[in-house]
């Protein structure tokens, strides 16, 4: 090899090496992780939750090293109905405004902490809507966590029927997502 390219190899190589992270959608140390998913399944006690005055139980979920930089964190579960259509989905659970020394969410909790709540799936309360996909197969579902640099001052200081997935996730966007971790699992029908 040419010295000439030996020397830009060893520099590009430690030039890598020394960067930081930027790409926050490398898995790194804050996790996401709940107890109602194992071997990357739901447990069948936590689909299809009855409906209670249009409010559902809601899964269990605890984070883990939550970046010092975050001031607030959000949740947005979803789930794409068609695999192939990665632009129309279904959310099932938007929170905003959650302080960073909050790690978990007990099983049936999401509209009683100290946090903001957005409408359910169909639009129709501000709840939770647990996964229970028609149709028999393997159906997706994403959990993401996101750590911000504030709360978005877009987003209402009460939970609200008008905070839709789209209208969290344009929030999200006029502030800093210091990072984000998202945990995915599959309902089996």
């Known amino acids: 090899m040419k010295p000439s390219i030996l020397f830009l190899t060893l520099f590009l190589i430690l030039a890598f090496s020394a960067c930081k992270k930027d790409d926050i959608d490398e898995p790194g140390e804050f996790t996401l992780t709940s107890?109602?998913?194992?071997?990357?399944?739901?447990?069948?006690e936590f689909k299809c939750e009855t409906k209670v005055n249009d409010v559902e139980n809601s899964i269990p979920l605890a984070w883990s090293n939550v970046p010092e930089a975050a001031k607030s964190l959000a949740i947005m579960m979803y789930h794409y109905p068609n695999p192939a259509d990665t632009i129309n989905l279904n959310s099932y659970l938007l929170l905003?405004?959650?302080?960073p020394s909050v790690t978990e969410m007990p099983y049936g909790t999401a509209d009683d902490g100290p946090w903001f709540m957005g409408s359910n799936k169909d639009g129709t309360a501000i709840s939770y809507t647990s996964p229970c996909s028609q149709g028999t197969g393997t159906h997706?579902?994403?959990?993401?966590?996101?750590?911000?640099?504030?709360?978005?001052?877009?987003?209402?200081?009460?939970?609200?029927?008008?905070?839709?997935?789209?209208?969290?996730?344009?929030?999200?966007?006029?502030v800093t997502v210091v990072d984000k971790t998202t945990l995915t699992f599959n309902s089996v029908n």
């Open 35 to 44: 107890s109602a998913v194992v071997n990357g399944e739901i447990l069948d």
């Open 96 to 99: 905003w405004d959650i302080d």
């Open 140 to 174: 997706e579902y994403h959990i993401t966590i996101y750590a911000l640099s504030a709360t978005p001052s877009t987003l209402p200081d009460s939970s609200s029927l008008a905070v839709d997935y789209a209208t969290l996730k344009a929030a999200i966007s006029t």
